[in-house]
C-alpha cells in the first residue's frame, strides 16, 4: 500500500467515524522526541522520517507541518504523496490547529489518538477550535486500525545505570524530588518522560532506538514510589533492588485507575507539555493539579561532579574514534570506493572499540556534496553518493556510552574546494568561534547568545533555519532540555554545570552544507563587584580542518582561540594514539 492509498483508506475510516479531519503526531505516550517504530505512526502515513513533524489530513486536503532542519528533506519524501509542506517555521505560516479552523466548517470534528498528544497541546486546539465550534474526538486511533503488521510496544529488559556513573543515588534523587513537591505543596508527582524517568530511578534501556531509555510511568508518593511498567521488563535482581528503596511496581494498565483514586484533598504534579490528554482526563477531576515543567528536567540538566568527571574522559574517547576515523578517511578517499553508509559503519567500528560503547545516539548525517544540505540527511542505499578527492563531507554524528552520551560534527575537506565553499567554511567556523569565546554574565539565557553564532554568518546575507545548540543527556536522550541556544524565548538561565552544543551551519540546496559542532560545559568565569560571569568550556576533543579555512578572513583572537584550542585537542588525545596517528594529530592540529 502506498502512501496516496493509506491516506484514501484513512479518508474512509474518517467517514465511517464522522470526522472531517485527522491529525497524526510525532509523540508516543511520553511526548518523545525519538520514538519506538510503534509509535512511527506519522512516517507511516506520509513516508517523512524526520523526528519532528504533524500531518494533518481532511477530507480533501493533506499537510505536513515540520520545522527548518527538514525543509528539504520533507519536500523530496513528500513528492508524489499528495501532501503539502507547511514550513511552520516561516512567517506567515498558520499552526495546523489554526488552519484546520480556516478550512473547516462550522460544527466539524477532528479526530485524535489522546495517548499521543498532551493536555497543553490539546488546549491550545480547543482554543484554536472554539470560534468555529469544531470538536475534538481524543480516543480515535485510526492509525491503528490502519496499520497492519504495526510493530509492538517494545519488551527489552531495563537495567541498573550504576552510580560510579551516575554519581547520585535514586534514593538522594527522589529526596530532591519531593523536597520540591514539599515546597509546592503536592503529595503526588506524575512523571511520564522516558529519560526523566530513567535519570531518576538510574535505570536505562533500550525501547527507543539510540536513546537508552525504558517505556514507563512513575508517580512519586511522599512515602512511595510507583513504576508502571510491563513486569517482564524487569530482571529479578533489578526488581529486589527497586523494591529495597521504596519503589513499587504495578503494571502499565494500572496507572489510569490509581489516578482516579487520588482523594479530592490531594495535590498532584505533572508537566502539562510531557502528559498525554489521556492521563490527565484519568485523573479524580477533583484533586488539585498542580502545572509546571517537570522537576527533574532542571535537575538532571546541571550535572555533578562524578557525571562531569566522566563525561570529560567520555569525550576522550570518542575523540579518538573520531581521529582515527578522519586520518583514515582522508587517506583512504581517493584509494578505494567509500559510500556515505561506508563512511558512517566505518565511524561505528572505530566508536566500538573504545570502552563502554553502547551504541549510536542518533541517526548517523554522513552527506557528501549536496546531500549535507538536508540538515537531517539519512543516507540510503539507492541515492547514496560514493565520495571523491573533492568538496566538502558532513558527518554529524554521537555515541551513547555508560559515561555519557556524545554530539560532533565535522565537515572534512576531501580535496578541492570553491571560493564560496571556503568562505561559508570560514564563517561557520567565525561564528562557532564567537560562541566558543564568549564571556557574559550570569543570568543569560541560550537566546541571549545565539546572535554571537549567527552574525557572521548574517554579514553575508545567509542564515540557517534551525537552533544553534541544544541540550544533552548523560547516557540519555542527545537532545535534552530546558536549556537551548537558539533565536526564540527561551528564558532557561545557563547554569554552572549544564552541557550544551554550539553548531551553526550553512546549508544551500543542490550544492553544500557545512557544519562545526563541539558540546560545551558552562563554567563559572571571575566574580567581580559587577556580578558573577561565565564562560563555556569545549569538552569536545577533535580537529576542525584547517583546509577549509581562508585564513584572511580571521582576525588575530580567532587565530589565537583556534590554536589554543587545537593544543588542548593534541594534548588530550595524543597520550592514547600511536606514533603514525600522533604524526597525523600534530600535522592536524598545526598552529595557524
Known amino acids: 500500500m502506498n502512501i496516496r492509498n493509506r491516506v484514501e483508506k484513512l479518508r474512509q475510516l474518517m467517514k465511517e467515524n464522522q470526522l472531517d479531519a ?23 502515513i506520509s513516508g517523512f522520517t524526520g523526528s519532528a513533524g504533524t500531518v494533518v489530513i481532511t477530507l480533501e486536503d493533506a499537510g505536513l507541518w515540520t520545522d527548518g532542519r527538514y525543509y528539504i528533506q520533507a519536500e523530496k519524501q513528500l513528492e508524489g504523496s499528495g501532501i503539502r509542506l507547511f514550513r511552520m517555521m516561516d512567517p506567515g505560516v498558520p499552526f495546523y490547529s489554526a488552519w484546520l479552523a480556516d478550512v473547516l ?59 560510579k556513573y551516575a554519581g547520585k543515588s535514586r534514593v538522594e534523587k527522589l529526596n530532591e524530588v519531593r523536597e520540591e513537591m514539599k515546597n509546592k505543596g503536592a503529595n503526588y508527582y506524575l512523571l511520564t518522560s522516558l529519560d526523566d524517568i530513567a535519570w531518576l530511578l538510574n535505570i536505562r534501556g533500550a525501547d527507543v532506538p539510540k536513546s537508552p531509555v525504558v517505556i514507563a510511568n512513575v508517580i512519586v508518593a511522599e512515602q512511595k514510589c510507583y513504576l508502571f511498567i510491563d513486569s517482564g521488563k524487569v530482571p529479578a535482581s533489578v526488581k529486589l533492588e527497586l523494591e529495597a528503596e521504596g519503589i513499587e511496581l504495578k503494571a502499565n494498565d494500572e496507572i489510569q485507575t490509581f489516578l482516579g483514586n487520588i482523594l479530592s484533598e490531594d495535590t498532584i504534579m505533572l508537566d502539562p507539555n510531557k502528559t498525554n490528554s489521556r492521563l490527565y482526563n484519568a485523573i479524580n477531576s477533583n484533586t488539585k493539579k498542580m502545572e509546571s515543567l517537570d522537576v527533574t528536567t532542571n535537575l538532571k540538566a546541571i550535572k555533578n561532579e562524578v557525571e562531569i568527571k566522566n563525561i570529560k574522559w567520555c569525550e576522550i574517547k570518542d575523540g579518538l574514534a573520531m581521529v582515527k576515523f578522519i586520518k583514515w578517511l582522508k587517506n583512504a578517499v581517493d584509494k578505494e570506493e567509500i559510500t556515505e553508509i561506508a563512511a558512517e559503519e566505518k565511524l561505528e567500528d572505530f566508536r566500538r572499540a573504545q570502552e563502554g560503547f553502547v551504541g549510536p545516539s542518533f541517526d548517523t548525517i554522513a552527506g557528501y556534496k549536496e546531500h549535507a544540505a538536508m540538515m537531517h ?54 561564528g562557532f568561534i564567537a560562541l566558543s569565546a564568549v564571556k557574559y554574565l550570569y543570568g543569560a539565557t541560550g537566546s541571549n547568545l545565539d546572535i554571537l553564532a549567527r552574525q557572521p554568518i548574517w554579514q553575508y546575507g545567509i542564515d540557517y533555519k534551525c537552533g544553534t545548540g541544544h541540550g544533552v543527556g548523560f547516557f540519555l536522550n542527545v ?7 537558539r533565536n526564540d524565548s527561551n528564558s532557561v538561565v545557563l547554569e554552572k554545570g549544564m552541557v550544551i552544543t554550539n553548531e551553526p551551519g550553512i546549508y544551500l540546496e543542490g550544492k553544500y552544507g557545512i557544519r562545526i559542532e563541539n558540546m560545551m560545559l558552562v563554567v563559572e568565569d571571575e566574580k567581580t563587584e559587577f556580578g558573577q560571569f561565565m564562560k563555556f568550556e569545549a569538552i569536545t576533543f577533535c580537529p576542525i580542518d584547517l583546509a577549509g579555512i581562508d585564513q584572511g578572513m580571521l582576525t588575530e583572537s580567532e587565530k589565537q582561540w583556534l590554536n589554543s ?19 597525523w594529530l600534530r600535522e592536524e592540529t598545526r598552529e595557524i
Open 22 to 44: 485527522y491529525i497524526i503526531p510525532s509523540f508516543d505516550a511520553h511526548q518523545s522526541e525519538y520514538v519506538a517504530e510503534h509509535w512511527k505512526g506519522r512516517e507511516w
Open 105 to 163: 466548517n462550522e460544527g466539524r470534528s477532528v479526530g485524535f489518538d489522546g495517548n499521543v498528544f498532551s493536555i497543553n497541546m490539546v488546549r491550545r486546539m480547543e482554543k484554536d477550535l472554539k470560534a468555529k465550534k469544531i470538536g475534538l474526538k481524543m480516543n480515535q486511533d485510526l492509525i491503528g486500525d490502519l496499520w497492519g503488521n504495526r510493530p509492538e510496544i517494545p519488551k527489552g529488559p531495563l537495567f541498573i545505570h550504576d552510580v
Open 377 to 430: 540527511y539519512k543516507a540510503n542505499k539507492e541515492t547514496q553518493f560514493t565520495l571523491e578527492n573533492e568538496g566538502l563531507f558532513l558527518i554529524d554524528s554521537g555515541g551513547q556510552y555508560y559515561d555519557g552520551t556524545t554530539d560532533i560534527t565535522r565537515t572534512i575537506v576531501l580535496g578541492e574546494l570553491t571560493d564560496e565553499q571556503k568562505r561559508d567554511y570560514t564563517l561557520v567556523l567565525k
Open 479 to 485: 537532545h535534552e532540555g530546558p536549556q537551548s541556544i
Open 565 to 583: 584550542y587545537h593544543q588542548e585537542v593534541y594534548t588530550k588525545l595524543a597520550p592514547h594514539l600511536n606514533e603514525e596517528e600522533c604524526e
